[in-house]
């Protein structure tokens, strides 16, 4: 992997960074380069609020390798405020989440990786503290 990538996979994971269509002002996550709505170049960045609402949800027990000890969790479908929707975990919810449930992104544990137990952090998303 190359320091360009890296840098990119670091703010995609630390900070809600997309990208904005020049053209049509289409906000994109993840960042592609190019507009999933006019089909134009777009590379200019992004920072997304990492504030939105639960889409959809989903309640994972039959984990994927390295994230058992966390079972069971909930992964949702979360729609940003500014359009874009992505997977991602829930986290600190006490209670069953409703769709329509506001949330906001924070950073992660995702997963433990390998016998090194290398420590892999993402963005999760927890019920909306300060709306
Ligand atoms: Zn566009």
């Known amino acids: ?8 996979l670091a703010e995609q994971r630390y900070r809600l960074v997309g990208e904005i269509c020049p053209h049509c ?6 960042p592609r380069d190019a507009c999933p709505d006019c ?3 777009a590379q200019e960045r992004f920072t997304f609020s ?9 309640v994972v ?9 966390q079972v069971p969790y909930l992964i949702a479908l ?4 500014e359009g874009p929707m992505l997977t991602a975990q829930l986290t600190d919810f006490d209670r069953e989440p409703e769709i329509g449930d506001r949330v906001e ?15 892999v952090y993402g963005y999760k ?3 909306l503290l300060m709306p």
Request: charged share 25%; net charge positive; aromatic share 10%.
């Open 1 to 8: 992997m190359n320091l360009s990538q890296n840098w990119r």
């Open 25 to 30: 002002g289409v906000k994109i996550y993840p």
């Open 78 to 81: 979360v729609k940003l405020d």
């Open 61 to 69: 027990l039959d984990a994927p390798e390295g994230y058992e000890e």
């Open 105 to 119: 992104m924070v950073t992660r544990k995702l997963r433990t990786e390998g016998n090194a137990g290398i420590i």
């Open 125 to 127: 998303f927890r019920p």
């Open 39 to 41: 089909s134009q170049p």
């Open 50 to 58: 990492g504030k939105g609402e639960i889409y959809s949800y989903t």
